[in-house]
């Protein structure tokens, strides 16, 4: 039985794929989509190594 985040994790990758597909059929927007391939495969990386890790934007408020 699949985890969410194993599940998020394949969801990602199949993103990227999907922008790789994009961007190989379409060579105006090539860079973009491979760089939105390239996001998303490194979300899916930090949510299997880590899927309760926190990610800091630095937005916290300070107190």
Not at 39 to 51: I, N, R, S
């Amino acid at each position: 039985m699949a985890t969410y985040a194993q599940l998020a994790s394949k969801l990602l990758r199949d993103a990227a794929t999907f922008f790789r597909n994009v961007g190989a059929q379409n060579e105006p927007l090539r860079e973009q989509m491979n760089d939105n391939a390239s996001v998303y495969d490194q979300v899916a990386d930090l949510v299997e190594k880590d899927p309760n890790g926190v990610l800091d934007l630095g937005e916290e408020k300070k107190k």
